[in-house]
């Protein structure tokens, strides 16, 4: 009974541990994320501003299965480790860029202008070996009005913190009707998943999520202004694991030993 006890207390405070915010931020967290509204459409009538620096609508971007990225350019924390993994998987895959899919990058910060955009792409194509293809990884801006239509339409729920903003790290995977069809969670990706997507996006089929954990293990930094991993967070839950089964361990062999006594 005594141990039952120590591991009832003990497992009181490492989920304790576990959810304690780790600034008064966090709890904000929670209001910033993917409302996730598969089977539903982006809102093609957004107005975009191409690296040409004309305006365009998103149904006349859209012709092919699309991988949307929602990012700001001048972002200190996920947003360009999100664009490198988007070249990362652009190199990888065995699909063309331009022809069997489009990857498009859309600024949320309205303030941002399409140079910044334009930096950005070259810094990426720089790096990468499909020089060619990743010409076609399109970069836009908008304005407020547009921005609160697109982010709305695709559940991409984001605050502003001071100059900076807390929002969530992933891309979208949309049919070329711009139908939502898939969240992709994360900074990185496998080829295979993001090639899978693609086809399911071709199909118009609806998948699920790909990298949900990282909603748990992502919290955001208030002095960075940035998510970082949740070491706390995910170590407490190891943690908490390794001691329950630790225990049961231990409380399985007295019991053993005991009816070996018995005996």
């Known amino acids: 009974m005594s141990q039952f006890k120590a591991l009832l207390v003990l497992c009181i405070c490492l989920v304790s541990i576990s959810s304690y915010p780790q600034t008064p931020l966090f709890n904000?967290?929670?209001?910033?994320?993917?409302?996730?509204?598969?089977?539903?459409?982006?809102?093609?009538?957004?107005?975009?501003?191409?690296?040409?620096?004309?305006?365009?609508?998103?149904?006349?971007?859209?012709?092919?299965?699309?991988?949307?990225?929602?990012?700001?350019?001048?972002c200190a924390?996920?947003?360009?480790?999100?664009?490198?993994?988007?070249?990362?998987?652009?190199?990888?895959?065995?699909?063309?860029?331009?022809?069997?899919?489009?990857?498009?990058?859309i600024s949320f910060d309205p303030t941002e202008n399409i140079k910044l955009g334009i930096n950005k792409k070259a810094s990426y194509?720089?790096?990468?070996?499909?020089?060619?293809?990743?010409?076609?990884?399109?970069?836009?801006?908008?304005d407020s009005t547009d921005?609160?239509?697109?982010?709305?339409?695709?559940g991409f729920i984001y605050q502003k913190e001071n100059d900076q903003y807390v929002h969530p790290t992933g891309l979208i995977a949309l049919a070329a009707d711009g139908k939502i069809v898939r969240y992709l969670r994360g900074i990185d990706f496998l080829p295979f998943d993001i090639k899978i997507t693609l086809v399911e996006a071709a199909k118009g089929k609806i998948g699920p999520s790909i990298n949900r954990l990282l909603a748990i293990c992502y919290g955001y930094d208030s002095k960075g202004n940035q998510f970082v991993?949740?070491?706390?967070?995910?170590?407490?839950?190891?943690?908490?694991?390794?001691?329950?089964?630790?225990?049961?361990v231990l409380s399985l062999s007295r019991i053993k030993f005991k009816k070996k006594v018995d005996k």
């Open 125 to 142: 194509i720089a790096t990468m070996k499909k020089k060619e293809d990743a010409k076609n990884w399109l970069f836009f801006v908008s």
């Open 28 to 74: 904000q967290q929670m209001q910033v994320g993917f409302e996730e509204k598969q089977g539903q459409y982006a809102d093609l009538s957004t107005k975009l501003v191409n690296e040409a620096g004309d305006t365009v609508l998103l149904k006349n971007v859209i012709h092919r299965p699309t991988i949307l990225n929602l990012v700001y350019f001048q």
């Open 147 to 154: 921005v609160a239509k697109l982010t709305k339409s695709v």
């Open 229 to 248: 991993f949740n070491v706390t967070r995910v170590s407490a839950i190891v943690i908490l694991f390794m001691v329950v089964i630790f225990f049961i």
């Open 77 to 105: 924390g996920t947003c360009s480790p999100l664009m490198w993994g988007i070249s990362k998987f652009i190199d990888g895959m065995d699909l063309q860029l331009g022809k069997d899919y489009d990857v498009i990058t």
